[in-house]
């Protein structure tokens, strides 16, 4: 069935989290995507196990709808094959560490050489140039570095990591962004491209209305904010403030579990329909209330009433009592509430897979959705699954060509036959 990316082959050189996000949505959308492995694999095929010798979930969830051949790129014979391939696919993606292709070889400039309709896509802690370029990132390093840590939490707390993976999944999704438009240009030029993210730089970007409030400091205070701002220079951490034009927080539920609230934004045209649920005519009827501003300026006493009113219902009981009136709010859902969640379910959100090491498990779903190029998400493969395949299929190898690349240590993590073996 045609796909948005039929016909686009990747050659997917990437590991841990930042690239498999991206080739997995890549393959999610039609690629034909060939994950490229040493042959002792992606790291994380190991990471956080939960069943003895089985691929991890860190693996299974974000290594979807790919092919797995596993190559010695430290072998003459593994660089014969990895060129041919190179020759064979429309973009090949890669996060290591600083210097890593180089080291084998392979830079941009050298890959340009060998195919030049080849769009090389990188991810980079802090991108291939500027002080930091040399240095290691993971996804926490991200986002200390790129304005989120310093942004989220509590004034009187430390900084905080948010749970959304925006350092690596984040800046998956630029790369995968990157790597459409230039396939895109391809189209009029012919030529390849080099798009690299750097997850400094990706992070930063998601941070950028913390940047809107960084410059307003500069004339005065952030009468959103909670906190007070008088006489600050860097943007706050907001705690669970909107951060919006509208006031907004989290307002506690019954029975007070971790869990148990429900956030809620107080927009503007809905202020006087939520007082009156909340505290009839003479909530409603309240100057400390009546516009943004006293609202703005009152707001600790505004979300006191709220919590009041809300410790009597559920968080589910509140979303449906404001609903009701057509306030923006959302419960805080527990990653249990989302597996067992109708909406999510429906929307194919959280869907089974069944993998031949581990049996049942269950990965995220798309959430891109095309009304012309269907998902059938597909298990991830297992180690060197489809080497032979790939060799076959792809390349055309006959049997004497696959016995002389494997003599020659194409596939053979034996150091003996590295040409240059880690120190
Ligand atoms: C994530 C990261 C910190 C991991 O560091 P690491 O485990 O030391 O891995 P590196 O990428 O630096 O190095 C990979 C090594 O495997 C080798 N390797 C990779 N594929 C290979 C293959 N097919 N055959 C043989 N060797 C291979 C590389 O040559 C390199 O060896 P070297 O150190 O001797 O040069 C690092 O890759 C990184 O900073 N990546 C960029 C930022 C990023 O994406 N971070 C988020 C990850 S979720």
């Not at 014969?80 to 830079?107: I, Q």
């Not at 009839?280 to 006293?294: K, P, S, T, Y």
């Amino acid at each position: 069935m045609d796909k948005a990316l039929s016909g686009i082959r990747i050659l997917d050189m990437t590991h841990v989290q930042a690239g498999p996000t991206a080739s997995q949505l890549l393959a999610w959308l039609g690629a034909d995507v060939i994950k490229f492995e040493p042959p002792t694999g992606d790291v994380t095929r190991s990471q956080l196990r939960d069943v003895p010798n089985a691929d991890s979930l860190y693996f299974t969830m974000l290594n979807c709808n790919k092919r797995s051949i596993t190559v010695n790129m430290k072998n003459a014979a593994g660089k014969e094959v990895f060129v041919a391939l190179l020759t064979k696919c429309d973009v090949v993606m890669e996060n290591f560490g600083p210097g890593v292709l180089d080291r084998l070889g392979f830079s941009w400039e050298t890959i340009h050489q060998i195919n030049p309709a080849v769009v090389m896509a990188s991810i980079k802690g802090f991108g291939s140039s500027g002080p930091y370029a040399d240095f290691k990132a993971y996804e926490n390093v991200a986002q200390a570095m790129g304005g989120a840590m310093s942004t989220t939490g509590f004034m009187d707390g430390p900084p905080l990591v948010s749970g959304a993976q925006i350092g690596d999944s984040g800046t998956g999704l630029h790369l995968a962004i990157g790597i459409l438009a230039a396939l895109q240009q391809r189209h009029r030029t012919g030529q390849g491209q080099y798009v690299e993210v750097a997850m400094m730089d990706g992070v930063m970007n998601l941070c950028r209305v913390k940047f809107r409030d960084h410059q307003r400091l500069t004339r005065g205070t952030l009468s959103e904010f909670s906190v007070p701002t008088e006489g600050m220079r860097d943007t706050p951490r907001s705690g669970n403030d909107s951060g919006g034009g509208q006031l907004g927080n989290t307002v506690k539920c019954k029975p007070g579990g971790p869990n148990d609230y429900i956030y809620v934004v107080v927009q503007e045209a809905v202020w006087s329909a939520l007082a009156r649920r909340v505290g009839g005519e003479v909530l409603a009827a309240d100057e400390r209330f009546a516009m943004i501003q006293n609202r703005r300026k009152n707001q600790k006493d505004m979300w006191r009433i709220l919590n009041e009113f809300a410790a009597g219902y559920t968080k589910w009981e509140m979303m449906g009592i404001l609903n009701e009136i057509d306030v923006p709010c959302g419960p805080i859902m527990s990653t249990n509430d989302l597996a067992n969640d109708e909406h999510i379910r429906l929307r194919e959100m959280f869907i089974e897979l069944d993998h031949p090491e581990r049996g049942k498990w269950f990965n995220v779903g798309m959430p891109i959705k095309l009304s012309d190029s269907s998902v059938p998400i597909e298990r991830s493969p297992l180690l060197g699954e489809h080497t032979e395949e790939v060799l076959r299929s792809v390349l055309g190898y006959s049997n004497a060509q696959v016995a002389r690349l494997q003599e020659g240590g194409a596939f053979s993590k034996d150091p003996q036959k590295q040409e240059h073996p880690r120190p």
